[in-house]
């Protein structure tokens, strides 16, 4: 069997930003690295968006915007996102990025095979696919195992889920220096339901139908509210470029448990998905140059991971949604309508100050965290 200091099960975002940072840091020149998945990774199969005010990544985005809408039922409001930025990146230029680094270094290797197991053993680690097996001294996991967190009730679980057309339209309706952020005036239907629309010029968007519940739909229902909602912008005549779909699991269980001394979950596996919006890109761009850092300095994996501010307030956001899902709207609407879109995005991105926390707190309904808080202590 062949033998690398660490594997990766999974070569996801998580994964390949991990191994990125590893590069970059070049303290891991004399560790074999071994990256595992049953994708080959050479298609366009997911879109990332992240706000920033610095050049990163600029290499692979696709598109910027400096305003954002967000509109609900009965109000829109234009956010002027400065000192911010709005940014897409295409799955298939981030894979490209990545690869393209790892084919200049000899001691990190990707193999397209779908793992089935792994474990720890008394001295190493073992790695099974469906036709070989490695060991290695640590492996990073981010394989995602839905179960974890379907068998157990202290931590409820909600799904962002959705469907995403890229169009070309022939009527010129996009506002290509304009993201829509969250529209609500789509019918909620006792859900937390929104369209979110990303234009790259006036005939060209990515419109994605967008829900936070506990239960998908059936494929119909999402292609349905996407075509009623491009009627609704006046579009008579377009054509699909590309479809997307995804889940992502929106909960504050704590993955990070199951982390051993040389076994560690990564990505959604290991809990850095922002459980109160999906957002992921950011998110692991700080835990894997963290990760890193960590890698540096300490062996032992259950060290890594520290509760913060921010993953009690998550905690409290996904009580509210899971308990009064059809009131998401209201939830969101409260933050945007009156906040300082600086300060409501530097919160979700969890760089605020106590005092700004506060700022953002004070603006929601006051009854459903109260309540939400209550029920977590007592």
């Known amino acids: 069997m062949k033998h690398y200091h660490y594997i990766f099960t999974g070569s996801g975002l998580s994964a390949l930003m991990t191994v990125y940072e590893m590069i970059l840091s070049r303290k891991f020149k004399d560790k ?58 295409r799955g298939l230029d981030f894979y490209n990025l990545v690869f393209d680094l790892i084919s200049i270094h000899d001691n990190i290797h990707f193999v397209n095979q779908k793992v089935i197991g792994f474990q720890e053993l008394e001295n190493d680690c073992i790695v099974k696919t469906e036709t070989e097996s490695y060991t290695c001294h640590k492996i990073f996991n981010s394989i995602y195992d839905p179960n974890l967190v379907k068998n157990q009730s202290k931590y409820p ?42 234009p790259t010029s006036s005939t060209e968007a990515l419109l994605e139908y967008t829900l936070f519940s506990k239960d998908l739909l059936s494929k119909d229902e999402y292609d349905y509210e996407i075509q009623n909602y491009i009627k609704k912008l006046g579009i008579t005549d377009y054509k699909i470029i590309e479809k997307e779909q995804g889940n992502i699991p929106m909960t504050c269980y704590l993955f990070w448990k199951h982390n051993t001394k ?66 998401g709207s209201k939830v969101f609407s409260s933050l945007f309508k009156k906040g300082n879109p600086t300060i409501v995005f530097k919160f979700l991105d969890e760089e605020t100050t106590f005092w700004e926390d506060l700022q953002i707190i004070w603006k929601c309904p006051k009854d459903l965290f109260v309540r939400a808080l209550f029920e977590r202590f007592f």
Not at 56 to 83: C, H, M, Q, T
């Open 32 to 89: 074999t690295i071994l990256l595992l998945d049953e994708h080959p990774k050479k298609s366009n199969d997911r879109t990332w968006c992240f706000w920033d005010n610095s050049s990163l990544f600029d290499e692979i985005v696709s598109k910027k915007w400096g305003e954002a809408l967000f509109v609900d039922e009965n109000y829109l409001r234009n956010l002027n996102l400065k000192p911010n930025q709005y940014k897409m990146i």
């Open 157 to 198: 679980l909600l799904q962002q889920h959705f469907i995403g057309w890229f169009i070309k339209s022939k009527e010129e309706v996009f506002d290509k220096n304009t993201a829509t952020f969250m529209d609500f005036s789509v019918e909620q239907k006792g859900n937390t339901r929104f369209m979110y629309v990303l």
């Open 262 to 327: 040389n076994i560690m979950n990564i990505g959604s596996a290991g809990g850095w998905t922002k459980a109160s919006t999906g957002y992921t890109f950011k998110n692991t761009i700080k835990k894997s140059k963290s990760l890193a850092q960590f890698l540096q300095t300490e062996i032992d994996f259950r060290k890594f991971h520290k509760k913060d501010k921010f993953w009690f307030y998550d905690l409290l956001f996904i009580d509210v949604l899971f308990r009064r899902n059809d009131l």
